[in-house]
Antibody
Framework: QVHLQESGPGLVKPSQTLSLTCTVSGGSFSSGGYYWSWIRQHPGKGLEWIGN???????NNNPSLKSRVTISVDTSKNQFFLKLSSVTAADTAVYYC??????????WGQGTLVTVSS | QSALTQPASVSGSPGQSITISCTGT?????????VSWYQQHPGKAPKLVIY???KRPSGVSNRFSGSKSGNTASLTISGLQAEDEADYYC???????????FGTGTKVTVL
């Protein structure tokens, strides 16, 4: 069973960069077979796919976030990362890191609330 | 690409069956058998209950079933129980540049 845990600041100032880390345990992080994804949920709203990364480093991002999103991976630490630049209040959300063994999301982190406010 | 359309709320009495619809387009739901469904209790992370239209992950009750017709997928919960009260989201892989589109979400209430 794969376990994921998000970590990072809970408060980010407008125009700054949101940075989150997801630490993965219980899975073969660097042997392939999984895509590692970020999904967010605005307060009281639905789910939004941000993007994903394969252990090799290839990524796919949601174009609605334009070029603000960077997803990277460190296989030596079983971690993957999210950076979202030039944040505004509209980026306030619960951010989940998630694993995908297919075209679905099978294991989820508990989520971390990130608030954008000065 | 817009979110998939779900009813805002569905309710039923214990023991009854309910069905939640998820309407997309020929570019996502209609083109791929890659619809998944997630259950989310308040303050918790979503949980996968159906994948690839009608497959159940290990450990998910067989009271949950999925289907698809054209551009609309459906999740049916039979023998409704109090623990099924939650928000439910569908998700589809799509051929647009947004690879994964989620539904608008449905609140299930057990009366």
């Amino acid at each position: 069973q794969v376990h994921l845990q998000e970590s990072g600041p809970g408060l980010v100032k407008p125009s700054q960069t949101l940075s989150l880390t997801c630490t993965v345990s219980g899975g073969s992080f660097s042997s392939g077979g999984y895509y590692w994804s970020w999904i967010r949920q605005h307060p009281g709203k639905g789910l939004e796919w941000i993007g994903n990364i394969y252990y090799s480093g290839s990524t796919n991002n949601n174009p609605s976030l334009k070029s603000r999103v960077t997803i990277s991976v460190d296989t030596s630490k079983n971690q993957f990362f999210l950076k979202l630049s030039s944040v505004t209040a509209a980026d306030t959300a619960v951010y989940y890191c998630v694993s995908s063994s297919g075209y679905y999301y099978d294991y989820w982190g508990q989520g971390t609330l990130v608030t954008v406010s000065s | 690409q817009s979110a998939l359309t779900q009813p805002a709320s569905v309710s039923g009495s214990p023991g009854q069956s309910i069905t939640i619809s998820c309407t997309g387009t020929s570019s996502d739901v209609g083109s791929y058998n890659l619809v998944s469904w997630y259950q989310q209790h308040p303050g918790k992370a979503p949980k996968l209950v159906i994948y690839e239209v009608n497959k159940r992950p290990s450990g998910v009750s067989n009271r949950f079933s999925g289907s698809k017709s054209g551009n609309t997928a459906s999740l049916t919960i039979s023998g409704l129980q109090a623990e099924d009260e939650a928000d439910y989201y569908c998700c589809s892989y799509g051929e647009s540049n947004i690879l994964y589109v989620f539904g608008t979400g449905t609140k299930v209430t057990v009366l």
